[in-house]
């Protein structure tokens, strides 16, 4: 049997990594407005959630984490498929996609770009769930006057792009 070209693995790869990029915007984003809630709760004397995000032993998993999300948050119920889909996506992604079926698609041109424009549903589904919950983080920001934008801001500064050599080769 011969081994793949790397040319041949790239594009599935480069979309698989996309996806899971995406999915874990989606649970960064789940977490961070789970801390904003909290935060906000135990402002106005609410108890607090007991989220324990931030514990390598907490044991909540991203649909549980959701799960929270939906006592403290309206999310309509278009929302709640759309965010539950990205989140079975992204357990899929993280601890599945690679079964025998997405396997032995690899093994064909056909089967590789079935496995992109899957990867691609997943990740577009992945993005538009992070938006929602976005919308929620800011809606909560506007109270401090500010935004994931604003906040967000000075990282994009340090974005390099990859079509130019970077300052330090050029030195």
Known sequence: MNDPEQNELTAVFS???HAVYSAQILENGIRGL???VDHERKKAGKPALKLRLDDADANKTLGTLFEDLMT???VT???KVLIWRAVHDRNVLVHSYW????ILAMLNLEG???LIKNLSVRTHRCTKA??????????HLREYGTSTDTLLAPLFDHWENDNEPPDEILR
């Open 15 to 17: 979309a698989y990594g």
């Open 34 to 36: 789970l801390a904003i």
């Open 72 to 74: 403290v948050e309206f």
């Open 77 to 79: 119920e278009a929302e």
């Open 99 to 102: 079964d025998e079926k997405h």
């Open 112 to 114: 590789r770009d079935w």
């Open 130 to 139: 992070d938006k929602i919950t976005t919308s929620f983080i800011d809606t």
